[in-house]
């Protein structure tokens, strides 16, 4: 690491004097929401060498203290009054990730203000990102038992509601419409009723790719179910 520290040190004056990566992202300090003047020039510096891997966890450690600010537990995230379904530890984890996304992305460019160009890119997707799993979330497809005339004799009996749902997630994984994969997602949800962010994390899923799997699962689910 101090090789690498180095090389950054020879192309960028800011850098100079720092023993390694831990002692430069000490060295930028925050005023509020600001980092002090020399930590800028140190944030733009870490930006222009963020090809390399190093310098970009460098810089992302360096803007943690500004992302633990940014205020991800209210409604614009989906936590607010009835949007509970979200886990707020999901979100501030994806909102550390589209931040370390947007440094690797703008590597190598020479920015003056890195910390806003950095957080609010990393803010603007998340909430994109959160906007549209609260309203898939929200929507509530209609998998009701009004499909059972077409539906084979075992799916005809289920006595409730969960059980015909279950009975007809069985029979579209048998004649191959949905993987078993995809039929555990609906079953947690739609059966046991857990948040899909709680699934998609027990499954081992970003908490982003778990909604675009549900989505694909009930269309194959309707359509097995038609």
Partial sequence: MQVHVRA????????????????????????????????????????????????????LQALLPRLKTERVTTPTYG???????????????????????????????HRDNVTRLIVQEAARR????????????????????????????????????????????LDTVRRGRMSAGDAKLVYATRVKGLPASEVGRHQGMRPKAVYHALARAERALLAGAA
Avoid: K
């Fill in 126 to 169: 998340l909430r994109t990102a959160r906007q549209a799993q609260c309203r898939y979330q929200a929507r509530s497809l209609v998998l009701l038992p009004d499909h059972a005339g077409r539906a084979p004799a075992d799916i005809l009996s289920a006595r409730s509601g969960a059980e015909w749902l279950t009975a007809v997630l």
């Fill in 8 to 59: 950054w040190a020879a192309a960028e004056p800011s850098l100079a004097g720092f023993a390694d990566a831990g002692a430069i992202v000490a060295g930028v300090t925050w005023d509020g929401y600001q980092p002090s003047a020399t930590g800028a020039l140190v944030l733009s510096a870490l930006l222009r060498q963020a090809a390399a891997y190093a310098a970009a966890r460098a810089l």
């Fill in 79 to 109: 936590h607010g009054i009835g949007q509970s379904w979200q886990c707020p530890a999901d979100t501030v984890a994806d909102l550390v990730a589209e931040a370390f996304a947007a440094i690797r992305h703008h590597a190598g460019e």
